[in-house]
Antibody, heavy 123, light 110 residues
Framework: EVQLVESGGGLVQPGRSLRLSCAASGFTFDDYAMHWVRQAPGKGLEWVSGISWNSGSIGYADSVKGRFTISRDNAKNSLYLQMNSLRAEDTALYYC????????????????WGQGTLVTVSS | QSVLTQPPSVSAAPGQKVTISCSGSSSNIGNNYVSWYQQLPGTAPKLLIYDNNKRPSGIPDRFSGSKSGTSATLGITGLQTGDEADYYCGTWDSSLSAEVFGGGTKLTVL
């Protein structure tokens, strides 16, 4: 059974940092690209970042570019999101999502999602 | 403002059929596959349709997808109260080099 379990969320002040983790199991982690998707309270889905199977290709939404860094450790079956210079508008439930292809980009979709970890940015 | 445009809400009676539209442009829907996700209240999104019109195993054939030009449509027949959820379309945008989603459509089964 595929499982994606996010952790690391919490309440943080504006300008501070937070690191999210996603522990994956039930599939061959290094066969697939992985993504972070967020959902602000009462709002829709927003793609945040994606990373290919070997970390060779990475992308970010314009809203987080330069502040967030995605990474993965295939030996630990884990995905990460380092979030720096956090803003109030980054407040959201952050989902880890598994791609159906090894490459980040066109042609993929998300067949499994975690339950999310809540990030609240407030003073 | 989402890159993909969906109606905020749709409604229909149990047993009836409903369609949800998703409008984009040549840089996204026009040249890439579309997927659809169902988000039941308080839960994570779930893949419903991929590659425009394919259903993952376990998704009933009451759910269907289609694409024409720069628009896509999700159809649901034989509506059930358990179908009440938010539905999102998604695709890759080649100009943005980013995955984009519609704003979501809330389905109410009256």
């Amino acid at each position: 059974e595929v499982q994606l379990v996010e952790s690391g969320g919490g309440l943080v002040q504006p300008g501070r940092s937070l690191r999210l983790s996603c522990a994956a199991s039930g599939f061959t982690f290094d066969d697939y690209a992985m993504h972070w998707v967020r959902q602000a309270p009462g709002k829709g889905l927003e793609w945040v970042s994606g990373i290919s199977w070997n970390s060779g290709s990475i992308g970010y939404a314009d809203s987080v570019k330069g502040r967030f860094t995605i990474s993965r450790d295939n030996a630990k079956n884990s995905l990460y999101l380092q979030m720096n210079s956090l803003r109030a508008e980054d407040t959201a439930l952050y989902y880890c999502a598994k791609s159906t292809t090894p490459l980040y980009g066109s042609g993929s979709h998300y067949d499994y999602w975690g339950q999310g970890t809540l990030v609240t940015v407030s003073s | 403002q989402s890159v993909l445009t969906q109606p905020p809400s749709v409604s229909a009676a149990p047993g009836q059929k409903v369609t949800i539209s998703c409008s984009g442009s040549s840089s996204n829907i026009g040249n890439n596959y579309v997927s659809w996700y169902q988000q039941l209240p308080g839960t994570a999104p779930k893949l419903l349709i991929y590659d425009n019109n394919k259903r993952p195993s376990g998704i009933p054939d009451r759910f269907s997808g289609s694409k024409s030009g720069t628009s896509a449509t999700l159809g649901i027949t034989g509506l059930q109260t358990g179908d009440e959820a938010d539905y999102y379309c998604g695709t890759w945008d080649s100009s943005l080099s980013a995955e984009v989603f519609g704003g979501g459509t809330k389905l109410t089964v009256l």
